[in-house]
């Protein structure tokens, strides 16, 4: 089975490992995530109620997904706005076993923080957690060359692209989950951004789209739009 198999059909551990081929240890690592998003929901609103039922394909595999449209070779990671870890955390448990990657996570919550480091200290998840504003946080001057950035439900695209702009360079693919509107906020994005543009669909969301970014540039006065 393939990573573009429809989600519907990942209902728990055993679908998710066929669906994207991942190690009992990787399942047992997202178990306890999905335990502590149980024990914790209790407390903080981490996700929508609704979903609970459906972690494993609505949270786990709309956040694994993403994988299979990274460069191969991606070890410098960056999630936007993460909430309760999705993306973000789920690309970092999936990714404990390459050398050198980290997924730096930017979450301005310090109780959604607070949640993301204690999944990341309960399963050794490559994660740097930054409890503070997107604006502050996401600059190549503070988190070095990333070569992928991710963010799932923050911003419309044209305002998503300009909180990840200071951290993008000309090797750093943008990896976001969007919805039924991703190709007019695309075209939407095109009035002040030149870059280019993939939408693949999400396999977890019907109708929902992964929009892949690459070479973003801010327009200058005079450039076409
Ligand atoms: C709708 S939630 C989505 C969370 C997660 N990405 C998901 O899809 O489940 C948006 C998250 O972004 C965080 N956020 C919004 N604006 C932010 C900013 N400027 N800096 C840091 N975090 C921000 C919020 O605290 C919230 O947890």
């Known amino acids: 089975m393939s990573a573009r198999t429809a989600a519907a059909e990942i209902s728990g551990p055993e679908d998710?490992?066929?669906?994207?081929?991942?190690?009992?240890?990787?399942?047992?690592?997202?178990?306890?995530?999905?335990?502590?998003?149980?024990q914790w929901q209790k407390t903080i609103n981490l996700v929508a109620p609704s979903t609970l039922d459906a972690v494993w394909s609505r949270h786990f595999a709309d956040s694994a997904q993403l994988l299979a449209l990274a460069p191969p070779d991606a070890k410098r990671w960056l999630d936007l706005g993460s909430g309760a870890g999705f993306p973000g955390l789920v690309l970092a448990i999936m990714l404990a076993n390459r050398e050198g990657a980290k997924v730096t996570l930017i979450e301005s919550d310090t109780r959604k923080a607070a949640f993301l480091a204690e999944v990341g200290r309960r399963t050794g998840a490559p994660v740097d957690i930054r409890p503070e504003r997107i604006e502050k946080a996401a600059t190549q001057s503070k988190l070095g060359a990333v070569d992928v950035i991710t963010a799932r439900a923050l911003a419309p695209l044209p305002r998503l692209l300009e909180l990840a702009a200071p951290a993008f360079s000309a090797q750093t693919t943008g990896l976001f989950l969007k919805g039924r509107e991703a190709e007019t906020e695309v075209d939407a994005a095109r009035a002040r951004w030149a870059f280019e543009a993939e939408l693949h669909p999400s396999v977890s969301d019907a109708g929902g789209r992964i929009v892949v970014i690459r070479a973003l540039e801010a327009k200058t006065e005079g450039q076409p739009r």
């Open 16 to 38: 998710f490992a066929r669906t994207f081929n991942v190690s009992r240890e990787t399942i047992d690592k997202l178990s306890t995530y999905e335990g502590l998003l149980r």
